[in-house]
């Protein structure tokens, strides 16, 4: 009788404890954003890829051939409304990544979590070194060989003037020394503006601009504050111009582009999300 009693009881307790809850794991906090690491793969590219020297090789051999084909021509002109052909000839080129390979820098800012940095682009540009893009250097010292006057029409500022000639010197490039050649940002009051279109005409007053190279649609056109559907317009209205007038050379890195995507608002981790959500499944 008593070892039933106990076992009642002893049931009736079990029943009445509280129960174990189930562990559940808690849920990991999302890594940290690292918008450096959106730079990885287009760096890697434009340093190792085989195919990226292609294009570049290939965009600065049809250059040299217009180049050929503008001077055999004098109505030609890479620059609308302007065809005199009592004018020195002339071709604008952009600096960063159409002539100067700056993969070290970005290299630099995604080792750090950065697509960009201002202290680290002043010493950059600073220490004036690195490599030529391939092709460019062939393709410039070409045009100053057929009597063509190179402009270097850069977004660097004007601080950083010194150091972009310096970089020129070092890698070879024509430099003029009786004209003034490389136009930076803000070295006028009237070129404060990253919109290069004040800088073409200026040079295009003077020269009979016969081509243009860059790796940014800014470089031939005012597209910087532009939509994805406007950029696409600028490059449609001028389809006869692409490898005739105008040499884009391949930047997957950074660009304007970036800005008709993001709308170049928010910080850099949600600049970087925009571009994720914006991708087309």
Request: proline letters at 7%.
């Amino acid at each position: 009788m008593r070892k039933f009693i106990c076992i009642t009881l002893l049931a009736a307790a079990c029943a009445t404890a509280p129960q174990p809850q189930p562990v559940v794991a808690a849920t990991p906090a999302p890594p940290p954003c690292n918008p450096g690491l959106g730079l990885v793969n287009a760096t890697t590219w434009v340093q190792y890829g085989a195919e990226y020297r292609a294009v570049a090789l290939a965009t600065f051999a049809a250059a040299r051939r217009s180049l050929d084909a503008a001077l055999a021509d004098p109505s030609w002109s890479a620059e609308e409304g302007t065809s005199d052909p009592a004018q020195p000839p002339a071709i604008i080129v952009d600096s960063d990544d159409t002539i100067f390979d700056n993969t070290p820098f970005e290299v630099r800012a995604l080792k750090q979590g950065k697509t960009y940095d201002d202290k680290l682009w002043k010493e950059w540009v600073a220490e004036a070194t690195t490599d030529a893009v391939p092709g460019a250097a062939d393709f410039l010292a070409y045009a100053k060989s057929r009597g063509v006057t190179v402009f270097y029409v850069t977004n660097r500022d004007a601080d950083e003037e010194a150091g972009t000639r310096l970089r020129i010197e070092r890698l070879g490039f024509p430099l003029d020394p009786n004209v003034d050649t490389v136009l930076v940002r803000g070295e006028r009051e009237e070129w404060k503006s990253s919109d290069k279109s004040g800088r073409r005409a200026y040079v295009a007053a003077s020269y009979r601009v016969l081509l243009l190279a860059g790796d940014d649609l800014n470089d031939f056109a005012n597209a910087r504050d532009k939509n994805v559907a406007d950029r696409y317009q600028i490059v449609a209205d001028k389809g006869a111009w692409w490898g005739t007038k105008w040499f884009m050379v391949p930047n997957p890195m950074y660009g304007s582009w970036e800005r008709a995507v993001t709308g170049g608002t928010g910080t850099a981790c949600e600049q970087f999300q925009k571009k994720i959500d914006a991708l087309r499944p």
